[in-house]
């Protein structure tokens, strides 16, 4: 079974910086899309960011410059780099991958950007 665990998360102040890591039970990374996504209380799940096995990354519009998606391939490990963090970024964040049409989920992590 497939299993994603994430972590780093926790409060930062606005303007400050985390860094998220998922790491797989198995080589997930350069073979399939690994994505960030994030869900605040009462609101949609959205993706954040994407990186695809070549290694080209997608973000969403309200993260684009703040935030880079990595993996290290040899650790099983992605990761999302989070910077100018604002109040609206407050959220668990999943770690996801699609396995042939089928998507596998981390438990989250929770970030809160708070003063």
């Known amino acids: 079974q497939v299993q994603l665990v994430e972590s780093g998360g926790g409060l930062v102040q606005p303007g400050g910086s985390l860094t998220l890591s998922c790491v797989a039970s198995?080589?997930?990374?350069?073979?399939?899309?690994m994505a960030w996504y994030r869900q605040a209380p009462k609101k949609q799940r959205e993706l954040v960011a994407a990186?695809?096995?070549?290694?080209?990354?997608n973000y969403a519009d309200s993260v684009k410059g703040r935030f880079t998606i990595s993996r290290d391939n040899a650790k099983n490990t992605v990761y999302l780099q989070m910077n100018s963090l604002t109040p609206e970024d407050t959220a668990v964040y999943y770690c996801?991958?699609?396995?042939?049409?089928?998507?596998?989920w981390g438990q989250g992590t929770q970030v809160t950007v708070s003063s």
């Open positions: 996801n991958v699609d396995i042939r049409f089928r998507q596998y």
């Open positions: 990186i695809a096995p070549g290694g080209s990354t």
């Open positions: 198995e080589r997930l990374s350069g073979i399939y899309t």
